[in-house]
């Protein structure tokens, strides 16, 4: 098993478990998440709604948010899971956040296996950043 198939498959692994903690008594629709910092350190998240279903936080910006709160600043991949029928794709909101932190590589999976990867750019075509006001 090479070293890039196991760092892609411990990230699943960890999305999957926090996947268990998922706070989504709403849509009843569990997702996990886990970034790898460059590091080496994993952290992972949950979704986590509310009554107020607005302010809801997916599973990908709480694992992000985690990492970004303990000192990390630097990604390399980030892993998303849920029980869909296809690799679960993450929401505008946080694709804007995975670009913020320049994550180069988006693993999404299902409980059944299914696996699909993209990079940064296919995920995020034309996004915005903050070079888009540096002029400003
Ligand atoms: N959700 C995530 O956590 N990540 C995604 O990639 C898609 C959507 C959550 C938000 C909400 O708690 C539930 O899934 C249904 O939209």
């Given at each position: 098993m090479g070293e890039r198939y196991r760092q892609t498959d411990n990230l699943i692994e960890a999305a999957k478990k926090a996947r268990?903690?998922?706070?989504?008594?709403?849509?009843k629709f569990k997702v996990g998440a886990a970034v790898l910092a460059k590091s080496g350190k994993i952290y992972s998240g949950c979704n986590i709604e509310n009554a107020s279903y607005g302010i809801t936080n997916c599973a990908e910006r709480t694992a992000i948010f985690k990492a970004v709160s303990a000192g990390e600043r630097e990604f390399t991949a980030l892993a998303v899971i849920a029980d869909a029928d296809g690799p679960v794709a993450p929401c505008g909101a946080c694709r804007q956040v995975i670009a913020e932190f320049n994550i180069g590589q988006i693993i999404m999976a299902n409980l059944k296996g299914n696996i699909k990867i993209v990079t940064l750019e296919e995920l995020l075509p034309f996004s915005f950043s903050a070079s888009d006001f540096a002029d400003a």
């Open positions: 268990e903690f998922s706070y989504s008594p709403y849509s």
